[in-house]
């Protein structure tokens, strides 16, 4: 096969399979019907079937309960047109093991004439957990593991969109700053995981806190939970070596706001004037 592709030579029929069956990825290929009709070495190691146990099914045989409907639509769409097509899918083993491949099919014609599907499919499954880690990091505080600026902000927006009411709490700590001075950051960086904890015991299961940055915390709360403020304020004076205190500013949408910057305004403004009352 080598010598004859070294002298420019067409590889005949027999040598094309032959090399599509040594590819390191998955290949399909199915009748303009979109029934199977071969599938090469790679694709059988990966999937656990056989050329005889797939041929004339259509790629629904490699579908199960958790492959997005979404995506076997918009891969409907694009072969009726005869187009081709490329998505990360969720299929599954012929075990029952669901693995996510990047799919991408391709039409043949032949003098106009739709022929074939040609499909190649690549282990995704590594790829796309790297990937969901990223997405969710990008969303927590790595100090402290509470969600960050951009979770709360998703999380603000999208509550408000979908017309819940919700109290919003603010909370920035007094003399933070000191203790980093006096303490070390080191220490400065324990109080803060020390008071998300304290933070997170109080509101628990009846919503979800934030660390916005720096000394600056925020909760998402149902509109009638239970007065939290002083709850708060107790948690932090608890903290050993020494109490925390706070400046917390409180919001509500939507009788006091109805979108996100407006009801951060508020909120934010009633703990300013709280941390400035606290120092005069």
Not at 108 to 134: H, I, K, M, N, S
Not at 169 to 196: I, P, S, T
Request: proline letters at 4%; aromatic letters at 8%; glycine letters at 8%.
């Amino acid at each position: 096969m080598t010598t004859v592709l070294e002298h420019g030579q067409m590889p005949s029929e027999e040598q094309v399979w032959r090399l599509l069956d040594v590819m390191d990825v998955g290949l399909l290929i199915t009748d303009a019907a979109r029934r199977i009709i071969y599938v090469n070495a790679t694709f059988t190691r990966e999937s656990g079937y056989t050329l005889d146990e797939v041929r004339g099914h259509t790629c629904a045989v490699l579908q199960g309960p958790e492959t997005d409907p979404a995506d076997i639509e918009a891969m409907r769409q694009a072969l009726d047109q005869g187009l081709g097509f490329s998505r990360v899918v969720l299929n599954y083993r012929k075990d029952g093991h669901p693995i996510r491949y990047r799919v991408r099919v391709q039409p043949l014609y032949e003098a106009g004439v739709l022929r074939y599907f040609v499909g190649v499919q690549e282990d995704y499954t590594e790829t796309y957990a790297a990937l969901e880690r990223l997405g969710r990091w990008a969303h927590v505080d790595s100090l402290t593991g509470l969600g960050n600026r951009r979770a709360f902000d998703q999380a603000l927006n999208q509550a408000l969109v979908d017309g819940k009411a919700l109290q919003l709490v603010l909370l920035d700590l007094n003399d933070f700053k000191q203790v980093n001075d006096e303490r070390g950051h080191q220490a400065g960086d324990q109080l803060l995981v020390e008071v998300a904890q304290a933070l997170s015991g109080v509101v628990g299961g009846e919503g979800s806190v934030y660390r916005l940055g720096g000394d600056e915390f925020a909760a998402l709360l149902p509109p009638d939970a239970a007065p939290v403020v002083e709850r708060l304020r107790g948690a932090l004076a608890a903290l050993e070596p020494a109490a925390v205190c706070a400046a917390v500013g409180v919001a509500w949408a939507p009788d006091e706001a109805r979108t996100a910057p407006a009801l951060f305004r508020l909120a934010d403004s009633r703990m300013y004037q709280q941390k400035v009352g606290t120092r005069s």
